[in-house]
């Protein structure tokens, strides 16, 4: 199994930013996905959640300011957020819940106010 993110970096408050999640080494297509993230100190919280049919699920915090979403063909997992906050500062990984649990190696999103 292999997640690779991308797409990570600065940008001001209010800005946005779209993470994607290169998947490989399993079922894609008929997978729950997810994105998490984690700062300093903490541990890491659940930001989105895709099952393979496209249901999704979103952490309060970034309701109405992020979207996941998903292409099977390509085997890509995406987080669209926008109206991104101070507090949205963190290092993201992409998550496959398989026989184990598997993470991307993160990527940092800082955004600056």
């Known amino acids: 199994v292999q997640l690779v993110e991308s797409g990570g970096g600065l940008v001001q408050a209010g800005g946005s930013l779209r993470l994607s999640c290169a998947a490989s080494g399993f079922t894609f297509s008929i997978s729950l996905m997810g994105w998490y993230r984690q700062t300093p100190g903490s541990q890491r919280e659940l930001v989105a959640m895709i099952t393979s049919g496209s249901s999704t699920n979103y952490a309060d915090s970034v309701k109405g300011r992020f979207t996941i979403s998903r292409d099977n063909v390509n085997q890509m997992v995406y987080l669209q957020m926008n109206n991104l906050e101070p507090d949205d500062t963190a290092v993201y990984y992409c998550?496959?819940?398989?026989?184990?649990?598997?993470w991307g190696q993160g990527t940092q999103v800082t955004v600056a106010s």
């Open positions: 998550y496959y819940p398989g026989l184990n649990d598997y």
